[in-house]
T-cell receptor, first 115, second 111 residues
Framework: SAVISQKPSRDICQRGTSLTIQCQVD?????MFWYRQQPGQSLTLIAT?????????ESGFVIDKFPISRPNLTFSTLTVSNMSPEDSSIYLC????????????FGPGTRLTVL | SQQGEEDPQALSIQEGENATMNCSYK?????LQWYRQNSGRGLVHLIL?????REKHSGRLRVTLDTSKKSSSLLITASRAADTASYFC???????????FGKGTTLSVSS
């Protein structure tokens, strides 16, 4: 498996601002993903973070709102841009590595509150 | 789109009792995973069961998979207060890479 860390663990932000969330893995992984979990809801995939190229976004999510970077095999960032209260959620990164092509491990999440 | 649907949505039991959660899905899958989430924190991977497996055990956890019924169940035996959490099933998306999650079952174990 892998040890995954996220920064920040939580934040309270003002409407209209942006927040960048970092995801760091302690070993090289093949795939990295970003999910959103709105209050009281399940997880929804935002995008697949592709190393060295543009992320692949799911329907309903766009790059201007959620720009993603993945400069190497162990690190990715998700930015939540021009935030509104509807963006208040837990944001989680997850990874798939050489240990298994299927098992996906999750980071501890970033709890975002937008006022 | 939602793939898995857990049942029940909420479950309250006493310590020592068994807890059973069910998950139904819509399309053919290669595998199904169960996760636990404590108080809105990160997800902990519990178990993965492949489509050619019918049952899998891990400690106090027992997972079954019935591909003909497109359903899976998670049994937690001799539950403890520390098992209080939300439990989610997840199946691969169409690309076979990321996961589609069910709505989850919230388990409350009281001592």
């Amino acid at each position: 498996s892998a040890v995954i860390s996220q920064k920040p663990s939580r934040d309270i932000c003002q409407r209209g601002t942006s927040l960048t969330i970092q995801c760091q893995v302690d070993s090289q992984v093949t795939m990295m993903f970003w999910y959103r979990q709105q209050p009281g809801q399940s997880l929804t995939l935002i995008a697949t973070a592709n190393q060295g190229s543009e992320a692949t976004y799911e329907s309903g999510f766009v790059i201007d709102k959620f720009p993603i970077s993945r400069p190497n095999l162990t690190f990715s960032t998700l930015t939540v841009s021009n935030m509104s209260p509807e963006d208040s959620s837990i944001y989680l990164c997850s990874v798939v590595g050489a240990w298994s092509t299927d098992t996906q491990y999750f980071g501890p999440g970033t709890r975002l509150t937008v006022l | 789109s939602q793939q898995g649907e857990e049942d029940p949505q909420a479950l309250s039991i006493q310590e020592g009792e068994n807890a059973t959660m069910n998950c139904s899905y819509k399309t053919s899958i290669n595998n199904l995973q169960w996760y636990r989430q404590n108080s809105g924190r990160g997800l902990v991977h519990l178990i993965l069961i492949r489509s050619n497996e019918r049952e899998k055990h891990s400690g106090r956890l027992r997972v079954t998979l019935d591909t003909s019924k497109k359903s899976s169940s998670l049994l937690i035996t001799a539950s403890r207060a520390a098992d209080t959490a939300s439990y989610f099933c997840a199946t691969p998306n169409q690309a076979g890479t990321a996961l589609i999650f069910g709505k989850g079952t919230t388990l409350s174990v009281s001592s």
